[in-house]
């Protein structure tokens, strides 16, 4: 593994103004295969808790994504992918029910068709290494993805997150898919 030191040279950290202070937005390149989209990081940064900014050790392993971007990596990476109902409204009971236990092939083209309907929050975590789908009042769904995702940091590095340290690394590039399967 290769020193942490310029972490965050390869994040770009973007300052807002809001109505609470300066708020700071964490941003990368995902990479998917061949497919590369924009993601910001879940967790937000202010600057009354974060007056300096955030450090790579503030950094969530968890990166949204919109829907856009999603039916980008499943119209690119169509094959392999895996996916577990958590839960899904059930109109008999009137409420959400509890779904799978089990992942199960996923229908590429069903999956795009849900995502034109409704208000997804899609978020990719490096920890569980599972894009999770869901809107709190319909459907919850986490899918395992066919080939390694990582943080692009140039043309031969790639940024992977350590599950056992709890902490993001630079890698070589060759390496990230073994991250992927820790």
Known sequence: MMNMAGLMDWFVVKEKKTSWGKKFEV???LRM?????KVRNFKSFYDYNYPNGPTEDD???EWSLTRTQMKKLLREN???WKI???FYFDPQIDGTAYGDEK???LDVDWLMERLN???WNIVYNFETKTFEIYDPAIDSYT???PTPVYLEAGKDKAIVYDRFFERYEIVPKEKAPYYHYS
């Open 117 to 119: 309907h409704f208000d």
């Open 103 to 105: 992942y199960r092939p």
């Open 59 to 61: 950094i969530s392993p």
């Open 78 to 80: 169509p094959e392999g």
């Open 143 to 145: 899918l395992k993805p």
């Open 33 to 37: 295969g061949k497919s590369k989209v």
């Open 27 to 29: 941003r990368a390149v």
């Open 84 to 86: 577990k109902v958590n």
